[in-house]
Each structure stands twice: as C-alpha cells, then as structure tokens.
C-alpha cells in the first residue's frame, strides 16, 4: 500500500495526468492502477528486460513460454486491460505469422509428418519460435503503450538519457500527427458540405487534388509553428521537468515483471538438466 502511495505521489509530482483523445493517444486506456501510476522510465525498462528473456529462452522449452503467457495475462489483469482490446491490438502481427506459417514447408534436413503434410523440422522450430515470442513482445508493448500515454513514454526515453535529438523528433512527430490530422478532418467536411462522395475511380482526382493541398497546408502550418517557437525562445532544446527521485521499493515493483520471466527461465534450465 505504501509503494503504490509513493508511486501516485511522484507520479502527481511529474506530470498532470492526460485523458488524450488525439491521435498519439488512441492507445491509451485510462485506468487506477499501480502498473498505470509507474513511471514511464520504469516502465519502458522493465518491457524491454522482459522481451530480452524470452528471446533468450530455447525455442524447445515450451513449459517456459507457457509460463510466460500466463504471467502476462496475470499482469493484463491487474492493468484492467481487457481482454477483447489485447486481443484486438494484438492482429497486427497477423503479417508475420503468415510468414512463419510458410517456414516449415521451406528449408533443408529431417522432415517431420503432421497429418498429410511433410514439413521441415528445423523450419517448424523457426516458425514456432516466431510466433511464440513475437506475441509475447508485442503483448508487452500493447501493455506498455496502453498503460502509458505517448508524451510519457517521450519523457521516459528522455530520462533513459536516449539522444535528445531523437526525442524531439519523435516530440514533434506525435504533434503534427494531430495537426495534419485535424486539418484532415476539416478538409473531409468541406468536401461533405459541397456533397462529394468517394464513389470509384472518378473521386480519384479529387482525393489526389486534397492530398496536394493537405501537403501545402501542412507544410505552411509547421511553418508557423516553427516560427512561433522561436519567437518564444526556442534554441533547439525542449524545456527540462525536474526529476523526482525514484526509491528502491518503486523501482523493484516495476522490475517483478521480468523478474518472474527471469525465475521462469531460471527454474526451467535447472528442470531441464535434472
């Protein structure tokens, strides 16, 4: 109780909470939770040490990915995710399951029987060990970005000290996603009020045509900004929060998540060599 008081407290401290509705911020899910009240550095760092277990757990130890899948569901729980939405975020890595499903009928060496079918063992591994832990990392960034809005996850990377360069350009990215985005909008009901409808091929001018204009405003529009923020004293560096102090108790209630992937894979090489 103590540690998820600390964590809202420093939480409050670094930024007001946002219930974004713009683009950057679709994915979010707004929920009470510990996981949400994390810090987004910790966050980010305990994804990214918890992708790296299960790329380092053999393709062949299938209790420890088993193991894997379950916790991660005890965490979407705990988020308030549901299950429908994980499910749903999840498809996008449909393209790469096609391909690991072709792997098995291509490759060289011991072919193995399932049903009617002839497949390469080597490549069925491969094809396995591809959707298995390709889910699991895209689960886990499903979590991360649904329990962490698009500016925290900036000001993480920012306090992971990545380039600063690098996040301003993500920084500005994430804004104009929203400019172009609303001027989008504003241009589709211009063209609805005039009565167009996109009914075949003949609409094909006219979107080509609103495209071109969509890069004129857009371009003129980031113009404005860019000039706005110079007027305002911008120098080539966005303005620096002040850092809250992180204790101990905080960082390892967000490190229990691949902590216990790291048990997991622990515990599974020791059964494997008895």
Same mark, same amino acid.
């Given at each position: 109780? !103590?540690? &998820?008081?600390?964590?809202? !407290?420093?939480?409050t401290?670094?930024?007001?909470?946002?219930? @974004?509705?713009?683009?950057?911020? $679709?994915?979010?899910?707004?929920?009470?939770?510990? +996981?949400? *009240? /994390?810090?987004?550095?910790?966050?980010?760092?305990a *994804? /990214?040490c918890?992708?790296?277990?299960?790329?380092?757990?053999?393709?062949t130890?299938?209790?420890?990915?088993?193991?894997?899948?379950?916790?991660?569901?005890?965490?979407v729980?705990?988020?308030q995710?549901?299950?429908?939405?994980?499910?749903? !975020?999840?498809?996008?890595?449909?393209?790469?399951?096609?391909?690991?499903?072709l792997m098995?009928?291509?490759?060289?060496?011991e072919?193995?029987?399932?049903?009617?079918?002839?497949?390469?063992?080597?490549?069925? +591994?491969a094809? &396995?060990?591809?959707?298995?832990?390709?889910?699991?990392?895209?689960?886990?960034?499903? +979590?991360?970005?649904?329990?962490?809005?698009? $500016?925290?996850?900036?000001?993480g990377?920012?306090?992971?000290?990545?380039p600063?360069?690098?996040?301003?350009?993500?920084?500005?990215?994430?804004?104009?996603?929203?400019?172009?985005?609303d001027?989008?909008?504003?241009?589709?009901?211009?063209r609805? &009020? $005039? @009565?167009?409808?996109?009914t075949?091929?003949?609409s094909?001018?006219?979107? *080509?045509?609103?495209?071109?204009?969509?890069?004129? $405003?857009?371009?003129?529009?980031?113009?404005?900004?860019?000039?706005?923020?110079?007027?305002?004293?911008?120098?080539?560096?966005?303005?620096?929060?002040?850092? &809250?102090?992180?204790?101990?108790?905080?960082?390892?209630?967000?490190?229990?998540?691949?902590?216990?992937? *790291?048990?997991?894979?622990?515990?599974q090489? /020791?059964?494997?060599?008895?």
């Amino acid at each position: 109780m !103590r540690v &998820s008081q600390k964590i809202r !407290r420093i939480k409050t401290q670094e930024n007001k909470h946002h219930h @974004g509705h713009d683009v950057g911020e $679709r994915l979010y899910l707004h929920r009470h939770t510990f +996981i949400h *009240a /994390l810090p987004s550095h910790l966050k980010i760092v305990a *994804a /990214l040490c918890f992708i790296l277990v299960v790329v380092s757990t053999p393709v062949t130890q299938w209790g420890a990915f088993l193991a894997y899948f379950l916790w991660l569901l005890i965490v979407v729980k705990v988020a308030q995710i549901p299950f429908l939405t994980l499910f749903k !975020r999840a498809l996008i890595e449909i393209p790469f399951i096609f391909f690991a499903i072709l792997m098995p009928f291509f490759g060289s060496g011991e072919k193995v029987q399932v049903g009617p079918l002839d497949l390469y063992r080597e490549g069925l +591994i491969a094809g &396995s060990g591809i959707v298995v832990k390709g889910t699991l990392g895209v689960m886990t960034a499903i +979590i991360l970005s649904t329990t962490t809005t698009a $500016r925290e996850i900036l000001r993480g990377l920012e306090r992971l000290r990545l380039p600063v360069l690098m996040v301003q350009i993500a920084s500005f990215m994430l804004r104009y996603i929203n400019v172009v985005n609303d001027e989008m909008e504003r241009m589709k009901v211009a063209r609805e &009020s $005039r @009565g167009f409808e996109a009914t075949g091929m003949k609409s094909w001018k006219v979107l *080509a045509t609103a495209a071109g204009a969509l890069f004129i $405003r857009s371009y003129e529009r980031g113009e404005r900004v860019h000039l706005s923020m110079l007027s305002r004293g911008y120098e080539g560096a966005l303005p620096q929060e002040q850092q &809250s102090k992180i204790n101990a108790s905080i960082w390892f209630t967000a490190m229990i998540y691949p902590l216990v992937a *790291a048990i997991i894979f622990v515990a599974q090489l /020791l059964i494997g060599r008895m």
